[in-house]
């Protein structure tokens, strides 16, 4: 069609459009081969650039990947006022490979396509006509509006609407720049190959002709394009859409039920988690009555409540939803609202003290439920006239800002109000994942093990600058201790506390280090006692400047006191390697998941993959836990459990699970055929 359009002498000028709103999204990623040759595209993008009649991109909806590059190959563009446009193509372990490389630097300036490119982040219509990627921006009909703005350059020269002939800008010290923004990449990235080869790509743009550069965005597409990375992107790209299907372990549909509308909610308890809810939920539209019984709490909820909301809507460019949240120091104004999100102090008795008043407050009907991070979503229902009706929803700090809920199902919870708050979720801009009850649901019952072997590591002879160090390179934003100082060691010292682990250390030696029957470490209570409780005092596993301050520094006085602990409990230090550091670390949170799979608490390797992406800044480069113990094999994921577990036969979490085994005794198939064989597993038992 476009090769007569551009022949036929009767056509003077051409317009581009989609169809049904949309002027193109890219490729289709269902449709990536094994292997690249080439997007076919830039033979087409050559032939419409250097043709002697005008095109013009008429750009609605969208304009994404290849489609933002097919419109870069046309001599103008016209855009939509609500059209959106860029290259995500990085998010997807890739580079924009139809000269998105080299006509995005040549057309708005090397700093402000690197930072498209590198971050595949979407721009409006308006921010791209300030930039400079299209030529007009439109409210009316774009079609009818890049058909007039067509009929009016016809004839002239497009001598000067070829972007692939523009110099590339020159910069002050190019070397230098490239040098710090590769520099600036790569701590960004965290490990991610695709951004530097971005980096590279834009490069080439500056430092050699259109045509080399076309050839090095090519050969780096090649090699991103077979890369384990590019393979874990593209998983957890369609990860996020599988936990949409929601469904249980077993196979049955529970995204078949309906959904009731929640028009209005309310939100007990305004601490930091409270708080955000509450934003959330009033940015969602929803009438919001929060209530904090404290005076005080309530006063300073408001304001920080008001301040989240300003910031919030300062960014999405709205006015803040104020007139949407009512306050309460009393319970009772929540007797009319559709549902109810508790989320209080992590407190048993407490919050059933709560969902018994809700019970008896509530109207008929009511959803209750409860911001929980671990505790049994059944006990809080049986504390109800209407257990049917209570479900979980974890949100994850901060909880306005957080992309994961973990909405939890108790043996009693209805279909239609596990519906109601999977949907509240997604109006809420969440990605809700539907997970069963358990201790610790999917996510913190998976951390524990992970948490354990970083202490246990501690006391064999390593530092916790090794250990983090180790799990940072690998992609994690912040390794074990730092992220332990900045949430807070006393948070884990008080659930330690009320599950019977802290004890007076009256013994010496390897036994005082068993709870249970099975080891344990408590060093996070030793320094919890002498008041090192992280940032917040400014001790914790590292010294900081001050209390409150965000730099972490090696503490000369921890590493006396690992010494002293080890010469105490018997222990002889050991050097321990990288290797170590991250089998027994990952390894341990993998085989737990596996056991998550095998309970049926979580009905695939996706829903799994998806909370620690999400939730517990698992690098997305590397897809999740799960997608990454198919990468590195899982018989080699099971040779390294057995062989830890020979060494500390006390520690139960690196005993291999049974499913693992099953797996690996069928051929170890790939991830995607998961869900599958533990379906098949589970309508056996």
Excluded at 9 to 25: H, Y
Excluded at 101 to 109: C, H, K
């Amino acid at each position: 069609m476009m090769d007569k359009a551009l022949s036929e002498p009767e056509v003077k000028s051409v317009v581009i459009c989609g169809q049904n709103g949309r002027f193109c999204g890219g490729a289709d990623i269902k449709e990536f081969g094994e292997t690249m040759t080439g997007p076919p595209l830039v033979p087409m993008l050559h032939k419409i650039e250097s043709g002697t009649k005008p095109v013009v991109a008429a750009i609605e909806g969208i304009a994404l990947g290849g489609g933002l590059e097919l419109a870069l190959g046309c001599h103008y563009r016209i855009a939509h006022s609500k059209a959106r446009l860029g290259l995500p193509e990085v998010l997807l372990g890739l580079l924009p490979a139809a000269g998105g490389t080299q006509r995005l630097p040549r057309l708005i300036g090397v700093p402000a396509a690197l930072d498209l490119i590198t971050t595949g982040r979407h721009v409006t219509a308006a921010e791209a006509l300030q930039l400079g990627i299209v030529d007009e921006v439109t409210d009316g009909n774009t079609v009818d509006a890049a058909v007039k703005f067509a009929l009016s350059v016809a004839g002239k020269s497009l001598d000067a609407c070829r972007i692939s002939t523009y110099p590339c800008p020159q910069l002050p010290d190019s070397d230098a720049f490239f040098e710090m923004a590769m520099q600036q990449v790569r701590q960004s990235a965290r490990g991610a190959i695709a951004p530097v080869a971005c980096v590279q790509a834009v490069h080439a743009a500056v430092s050699l002709p259109y045509t080399q550069g076309m050839k090095r965005e090519k050969e780096l597409m090649g090699t991103l394009f077979t890369s384990g990375q590019a393979r874990a992107l593209q998983y957890y790209f369609f990860a996020q859409r599988a936990v949409g299907r929601w469904s249980t372990p077993s196979g049955s549909r529970w995204d078949t039920s309906k959904p009731r509308p929640v028009h209005k909610a309310a939100v007990i308890g305004l601490g930091t988690m409270g708080r955000g809810i509450t934003v959330a939920l009033a940015q969602a539209g929803l009438s919001v009555v929060a209530v904090e019984t404290h005076e005080k709490l309530l006063m300073e909820a408001k304001q920080a409540v008001s301040g989240m909301l300003e910031r919030g809507a300062k960014r999405r460019g709205v006015v803040p939803a104020y007139d949407n949240i009512s306050y309460s120091c009393n319970i009772r104004p929540v007797a009319d609202v559709d549902l109810v999100i508790e989320a209080v102090f992590e407190d048993m008795t407490l919050k059933k003290t709560i969902f018994q008043q809700l019970s008896e407050i509530c109207k008929p009907g009511t959803f209750l439920c409860t911001n929980t991070s671990g505790l049994d979503i059944d006990q809080l229902a049986s504390q109800t006239h209407n257990p049917e009706l209570v479900v979980g929803m974890h949100f994850f700090a901060p909880a306005h800002v957080m992309k994961l809920l973990e909405v939890v199902y108790g043996p009693r919870s209805s279909p239609q109000a596990v519906a109601t708050a999977m949907q509240l979720g997604k109006k809420m801009d969440k990605v809700s994942v539907l997970v069963g009850n358990c201790r610790g649901f999917v996510g913190n019952r998976m951390l524990k093990p992970y948490l354990d072997q970083a202490f246990f590591l501690l006391e064999e002879g390593a530092t916790p600058e090794l250990v983090d160090r180790v799990l940072e390179e690998f992609g994690f934003a912040m390794g074990v201790f730092r992220m332990s100082d900045l949430s807070g060691l006393d948070i884990g010292w008080r659930v330690r506390k009320a599950d019977g682990l802290v004890v007076p250390e009256v013994l010496t030696g390897p036994s005082a280090r068993i709870r249970h029957g099975f080891r344990y470490s408590p060093l996070g209570d030793l320094l919890c006692e002498q008041g090192r409780f992280g940032q917040k005092t400014g001790r914790g596993w590292y010294q900081y400047d001050k209390p409150g301050g965000r730099v972490a520094k090696s503490d000369p006085w921890l590493h006396s006191f690992l010494e002293e602990y080890r010469t105490q409990y018997g222990l002889a230090a050991r050097c321990i390697d990288h290797q170590e550091v991250l089998e027994r670390c990952l390894y341990a949170l993998i085989n737990e998941g596996f056991r998550i799979l095998q309970d049926g608490i979580a009905a695939g390797p996706e829903d799994i993959d998806v909370i620690y992406v999400l939730g517990y800044s698992w690098p997305r480069h590397r897809g999740g836990p799960m997608f990454y113990a198919g990468l590195v094999g899982l018989t080699n994921v099971l040779e390294r459990l057995e062989h830890y577990h020979q060494v500390h036969p006390d520690v139960p979490s690196l005993q291999p699970c049974s499913l693992l085994r099953k797996l690996v005794a069928s051929g170890s198939p790939p991830v995607h055929r998961w869900r599958e064989f533990i379906k098949k597993i589970h309508s056996q038992l």
